[in-house]
């Protein structure tokens, strides 16, 4: 029989001692400083650690009591009484609050974060290594290999600074450097030349959405203030995700279409 059944079984027969109640309320008042007084006493690795630890426990809690919070935040906006009569087809329409358009801003930020987004482009080719990069020799005979030239479009921001030539890995030649794309708007009907903000996503990896590779079907954001978009609060909106959706390597041009 394991150990818990016996004392589970003790418990049944003989009870639990008289001050257990107080003992426990005791012991569990007394945790709480034991657990302030490891959180700073512990350090190095265990500080780190148990700092974690404790990190998403409080994160964890705040988001559960945030999500109850949102429960209660939809309501009337006004309970005054409006002038005149009101027809009955109207009667069961509530004016809500700011909640549901900070509801769906915060629901299309999670999107944008997961990288999900109804794309005009789902499937591309993939693009092979070989064919992204190309081998630079270097040295005095030609002996090193480990220099990669991008064959690709390439983004790099405006306060891009190449490491010296010793040090460089990725060399990515300024003839294919783009600042700016033809961006269409799908409602609009209109394409306008805007600055590109940054390299979101690239379809191939993660390494070449961090060198700024721009490929077919890569996500770039755009600057798009001069469009005059607004949000559902009335903000203006200065950056927008578009899809690449020609060849820039072939082209000489990035065309993307906006996501909308």
């Known amino acids: 029989m394991p150990q818990g059944d016996h004392i589970d079984r003790h418990i049944k027969e003989y009870g639990r001692p008289l001050d257990y109640e107080n003992r426990k309320r005791k012991r569990e008042a007394r945790e ?16 780190k650690r148990n700092a974690k630890k404790n990190y998403a426990e409080k994160a964890q809690m705040k988001r559960t009591l945030a999500m109850h919070e949102e429960s209660t935040s939809r309501r009337k906006a006004d309970d005054n009484v409006q002038e005149g009569a009101v027809p009955a087809y109207l009667l069961d329409r509530e004016n809500t609050t700011r909640a549901k358009i900070l509801s769906n801003t915060i629901k299309q930020k999670r999107k944008e974060k997961a990288g999900k987004w109804d794309v005009p482009l789902p499937k591309v080719r993939p693009v092979a290594e070989d064919e992204m990069f190309k081998v ?20 790099v921001g405006p306060g ?3 490491k010296p030539p010793k040090y460089e890995r990725f060399i990515r030649p300024t003839g294919l450097r783009f600042t700016k794309a033809h961006v269409t708007h799908p409602e609009l009907k209109c394409t306008f030349n805007l600055e590109i903000i940054g390299v979101k996503k690239n379809p ?12 077919r079907g890569s996500i770039i954001e755009v600057n798009v203030s001069e469009l005059g978009l607004v949000t559902p609060a009335g903000k203006v909106v200065w950056g927008k995700y578009a899809q690449v959706t020609n060849n820039p390597e072939n082209d000489g041009c990035i065309n993307a279409v906006l996501l909308v």
């Not at 657990?35 to 690795?45: F, L, P, V, W, Y």
């Not at 959405?209 to 490929?215: A, E, N, P, R, W």
């Open 160 to 162: 891009f600074t190449r």
């Open 136 to 155: 630079v020799r270097t040295g005095k005979r030609k002996t090193k290999q480990w220099k990669r030239m991008v064959t690709k479009a390439t983004f």
């Open 32 to 47: 709480v400083h034991n657990h302030s007084k490891k959180a700073q006493k512990t350090i190095g690795h265990k500080g």
């Open 204 to 215: 191939n990896g993660p390494m070449y959405t961090s060198l700024g590779v721009i490929t």
